[in-house]
């Protein structure tokens, strides 16, 4: 019997030591962690409970100020690899992923847990392999989803002009750079906004559904000793061909397309302290191309009404207009600003409602434009006296505009001692006000409204620290 017992412990060790040698332990050096986000606490006297919500119109994001925001979170990790010979080879080989927090209740994130609710939402917008300057030489790729996404207005959080992100693969060489993408359809049951066309290939509704290819190229101009660049922009989309033999399907229709053209001009300006640059980019969707509203600009996103007859997009379409600027006046002084404009129109005839695939009203034209600056005093290196102006005007369909003015004052503390107006993290004690029309007061058009009913005057107050290392 005890030789049983040993014979039994020598074949448990056996297999405990095997299992230990199988064991992937990482000991990897080649790694980086990055991180973006935002976290803080204010309240608005009018609202009961006193948490503060966003001003900015309902449809535009967080155009017209950031201030108010909820927190969030992004936290990215990184593997680096290195070829066979890495001292003649300099392609650089990355794996990147990136994932968000947020919770659906706003600055609630230390209360809340995935599965209480209003729980905190967990998201993975970036994952993907790419590999530069392969051999040493002007080509570079990537496979996977990421943030495909360039220039933005920071102070409003709007990629304005070629915002692609999304899962696909990409090449480019040089300036030149040719992607093919496959945005999925969060939710075919949502509509406004945005509002997703229906891609549905067999007639069958679906969540989820991968409905639409992409194919879009690039090509940046660099002149004036690099000073300066004009980047020429050009899309196509794809719906496939959902015809069945079965006729009384609900979803059954034709293929669809669309397409997007745009040109954006970058200059550098000479200043006392270096980074000033003008940013102009006009662009243009046609047909299922034609999205850019809820304050991103996403051309996947389709915007308005489908026409019913045809169940095509043809008649969509989407203009829009950014000018963005920072200037560093001097030692003590920056001005970053911006002016946009958006006209949308759907498919349908109506410049008002008209119905979606699922018997629904939604709006089928807007015109919104904003204007906004925030200014940076830099009293210290250490102390920047932040303040924002912001005037944001959106009218959806036929009816009257709605409109706010808001003005921020944010005293901001900058451990690092940097004058400059990219230096992060950031600590900031913030005021806002705004002014509403009466048309916004009384529908009630932003989540401010939504929860104090019809007001003109809004007050925030709040802290907030924000920083990102990359």
Request: net charge positive; with cysteine.
């Amino acid at each position: 019997m005890k030789k049983h017992y040993l014979s039994l412990t020598a074949v448990v060790f056996m297999i405990f030591c095997t299992a230990r040698s199988t064991a992937q332990t990482t000991f990897n050096k080649l790694f980086s962690f990055g991180s973006y986000g935002r976290v803080g606490a204010g309240f608005s006297p009018d609202i009961k409970g006193n948490i503060g919500r966003s001003f900015n119109l309902n449809g535009m994001g967080s155009i017209g100020g950031r201030m108010e925001e909820a927190d969030y979170v992004e936290l990215l990790t990184a593997l680096h690899f290195k070829t066979e010979n890495e001292k003649s080879d300099t392609t650089q080989i990355n794996v990147q992923a990136r994932m968000a927090l947020y919770s659906s209740k706003g600055q609630l994130i230390g209360n809340v847990n995935s599965s209480s609710f209003g729980g905190i939402t967990i998201a993975l917008p970036e994952i993907y392999a790419e590999f530069n300057t392969i051999l040493g030489s002007k080509w570079s790729a990537w496979i996977g989803s990421k943030y495909f996404r360039f220039n933005d207005v920071h102070i409003a959080d709007h990629f304005y002009f070629d915002d692609h992100s999304a899962q696909g693969f990409g090449v480019s060489y040089k300036n030149t750079t040719l992607a093919v993408l496959f945005p999925g359809t969060v939710d075919t049951s949502n509509a406004v906004p945005p509002n997703f066309y229906v891609g549905i290939i067999d007639g069958t509704q679906r969540l989820g559904l991968r409905s639409r290819g992409m194919a879009i190229l690039e090509h940046t101009f660099p002149f004036n000793n690099n000073k300066q660049s004009i980047k020429l922009l050009g899309e196509y989309h794809r719906l496939a061909d959902a015809s069945a033999e079965d006729t009384a399907t609900a979803f059954n229709y034709p293929a669809a397309s669309g397409w997007v053209l745009g040109l954006k001009h970058v200059t550098s300006i000479n200043s006392a302290i270096k980074g000033s640059f003008n940013q102009v980019a006009i662009r243009y969707g046609h047909g299922i191309a034609n999205g850019n509203d809820g304050g991103n600009s996403k051309t996947w996103l389709t915007y308005g009404a489908p026409d019913l007859q045809t169940n095509k997009f043809n008649k969509a379409y989407c203009i829009s207009f950014v000018d963005h600027f920072l200037f560093n006046v001097s030692p003590k002084y920056s001005i970053n600003a911006y002016a946009l404009y958006t006209k949308s129109h759907g498919a349908a005839d109506s410049d008002n409602k008209a119905l979606d695939y699922y018997g629904r009203e939604l709006f089928n034209r807007k015109t919104e434009y904003a204007i906004g600056a925030r200014n940076f005093w830099y009293i210290k290196n250490w102390l920047h006296l932040i303040a924002e102006l912001h005037y944001t005007n959106r009218k959806d369909g036929i009816q009257s505009s709605a409109s706010m003015t808001k003005f921020s004052l944010v005293p901001t503390i900058v451990p690092t001692a940097k004058a400059d107006p990219w230096a992060r993290p950031h600590f900031r004690l913030i005021y806002s006000v705004a002014k509403y029309n009466q048309f916004a007061a009384d529908n009630l058009y932003s989540p401010f409204l939504t929860e104090v009913g019809s007001k003109k005057w809004g007050h925030y107050l709040g802290v907030r620290a924000e920083w990102w290392l990359f």
